[in-house]
């Protein structure tokens, strides 16, 4: 794997985790809520809409580079129990070392990659899985199949939610394949992302809201409109049509 940085970020205690030259998070230990990456802000908006404000929630992080999104919840929601599957060592090592959690975060870091952490986490009754796992730029295979999406829906309760973070480019095979296979699954698939992504202009994040929650996509629409950067959020019939027509991935 390729050796891990942290390096100094916008603002004074803010600092930027880095694999492979890629800016992975950022995390702001003055302040834990602050979540500068847009996709970040998003997956963070679906966490905040579900339960009870402020409820402890059960979460599963897929990746954790730096522990941005586990510690958003860690502050904003105290006692949650959180498990990260994060398969490189020496990336978890260095973002304790330099940019330590705070004291009972209720964060558990396990040295996995995600399907097998996964399995393994099998009736865990989770409110929610955070899929945002990326291998050289791209999310493993072996995460985006229909089996893979099975054990998901085997480590989420009943009322659980799937929010995965998808980098894709038009005519966005990939988004459209994960939505074939979870449209059968969950009874409310909500996407969002930049306007310009949608349009095909440009490739980006394409975040996907899976779960039983029919007002889901009602509050993050809401809570888009209130940015200053623009995103979009597509729900019901908008994402059968701008995104129907994938087969459900397999695994090899």
């Known amino acids: ?22 800016d992975q998070s950022l995390v702001d230990l003055t302040d834990p809520t602050r979540l500068a990456f847009d996709y970040v802000r998003r997956s963070g908006d679906v966490l905040d809409a ?14 954790g580079a730096g522990l941005t999104l586990p510690r958003y919840v860690a502050a904003t929601r105290p006692r949650s ?3 990260v599957l994060e398969p490189d060592e020496a990336l978890t090592a260095l973002v304790r070392e330099e940019l330590p959690l705070p004291r009972r975060s209720g964060v558990r870091v396990r040295p996995v990659a995600g399907r097998p952490g996964l399995e393994a986490l099998r009736g865990a009754n989770a409110d929610a899985v955070v899929l945002d796992a990326y291998d050289d730029g791209a999310v493993p295979a072996d995460l985006v199949t229909d089996e893979a999406l099975g054990v998901v829906r085997e480590v989420l309760a009943p009322g659980g ?33 930049e306007p310009a992504t949608l349009k095909g202009r440009r490739g980006g994040n394409v975040l996907v809201v899976a779960g039983p929650d029919a007002s889901l996509g009602d ?3 809401r809570r888009a409109a209130s940015y200053a950067a623009p995103s979009r ?4 019939r908008d994402v059968a049509d ?6 459900p991935r397999h695994d090899a």
């Open 50 to 63: 579900l339960g009870d404000p402020g409820a402890p929630l059960r979460v599963v992080h897929v990746g």
């Open 219 to 221: 509050a993050l629409r």
């Open 81 to 83: 129990w959180q498990v």
């Open 161 to 193: 939610t799937l929010v995965a973070n998808l980098s894709d480019t038009a005519p966005f095979a990939l988004v459209r394949d994960v939505v074939a296979a979870l449209s059968p699954r969950t009874g409310h698939v909500v996407l969002g992302a």
């Open 1 to 22: 794997m390729p050796d891990p940085e942290v390096v100094e970020g916008d603002r004074a205690g803010s600092w930027l985790v880095r694999l492979d030259g890629r």
């Open 242 to 247: 701008a995104f129907g027509g994938g087969t």
């Open 233 to 236: 959020v597509l729900t019901g």
